[in-house]
């Protein structure tokens, strides 16, 4: 029956987004919307990201270096190690979590009020596809997340950068030539792909958990936990999926 139970809301999941394509809002209005999204999910979303980049990076840099405890290991190797875990994970997928919870509670609540005050249903009455209203602008606004992730990459280093020099881990012409060691362009095409699948679920499982929930206010909130923990195991279970086929 637990089965059952999911496949229904997988099934009723890929029926949402072949509905929020069809009767498209007039551009007029669109356009504005977008904006709003963009304001709201991405532009909104800076601050955060950008202080939690920052000093993760630090962090991985100073670990790094307190691991180091053979005097062979070039000091390079702490600048190199900051640079891949930032670039292959941490921007890409930690930021994508947390976002989870930040961007994905803000669309289910929002969302989910707009159901229990009735304004969705207001929306249908005047014949306006709701579902498009709703969610297609949000869809719009994150493919712009990858900018987002961009910013996250270039603090992260920068963070690592500071915490190693100043913290008397390495130099900063050590650092720096472990950030050009052995690097593949690819890596970056990966993050960035894996960005683009992931805003998707950012925008669409929260947009899915809120748009058909039922109840009142308190059930708002419910539905917000839930859309975060639902989104957090997708990213996961999807950057396992895109690392075996686009890395190994």
């Known amino acids: 029956m637990i089965l059952l139970r999911y496949l229904s809301y997988i099934g009723k999941y890929f029926l949402m987004l072949k509905e929020v394509f069809n009767k498209p809002t007039k551009w007029s209005v669109m356009r504005g919307l977008i904006f709003k999204e963009i304001d709201d999910l991405i532009i909104g979303s800076l601050g955060i990201v950008a202080f939690i980049s920052f000093f993760v990076g630090g962090v991985v840099s100073i670990q790094t270096?307190?691991?180091?405890?053979?005097?062979?290991?070039?000091?390079?190797?702490?600048?190199?190690?900051?640079?891949?875990?930032?670039?292959?994970?941490?921007?890409?997928?930690?930021?994508?979590?947390?976002?989870?919870?930040?961007?994905?509670?803000?669309?289910?609540?929002?969302?989910?009020?707009?159901?229990?005050t009735e304004q969705i249903d207001a929306l249908e009455v005047m014949g306006v596809n709701s579902l498009n209203?709703?969610?297609?602008?949000?869809?719009?606004?994150?493919?712009?997340?990858?900018?987002?992730?961009?910013?996250?990459?270039?603090?992260?280093?920068?963070?690592?950068?500071?915490?190693?020099?100043?913290?008397?881990?390495?130099?900063?012409?050590?650092?720096?030539?472990?950030?050009?060691?052995?690097?593949?362009?690819?890596?970056?095409?990966?993050?960035?792909?894996?960005?683009?699948?992931?805003?998707?679920?950012?925008?669409?499982?929260?947009?899915?958990?809120?748009?058909?929930?039922?109840?009142?206010?308190?059930?708002?909130g419910k539905a917000s936990t839930i859309s975060f923990v639902w989104t957090s195991v997708v990213i996961i279970l999807v950057n396992y999926i895109l690392t075996q086929l686009l890395l190994a």
């Open 65 to 116: 270096a307190l691991n180091l405890n053979n005097p062979l290991i070039p000091r390079e190797i702490i600048g190199f190690a900051t640079r891949e875990s930032i670039i292959l994970e941490f921007a890409p997928t930690f930021i994508s979590i947390v976002m989870a919870g930040k961007m994905g509670s803000f669309i289910t609540s929002s969302i989910g009020t707009m159901r229990v």
């Open 133 to 220: 209203y709703l969610v297609f602008p949000k869809i719009i606004a994150s493919l712009l997340y990858p900018f987002i992730i961009g910013i996250a990459m270039f603090l992260g280093i920068l963070g690592g950068w500071i915490a190693g020099v100043y913290g008397g881990f390495v130099s900063s012409n050590e650092f720096v030539a472990g950030i050009q060691t052995n690097f593949i362009p690819y890596h970056i095409t990966y993050a960035v792909l894996k960005t683009i699948i992931f805003a998707l679920f950012l925008s669409t499982i929260p947009s899915f958990h809120g748009y058909y929930m039922k109840g009142g206010a308190l059930e708002v």
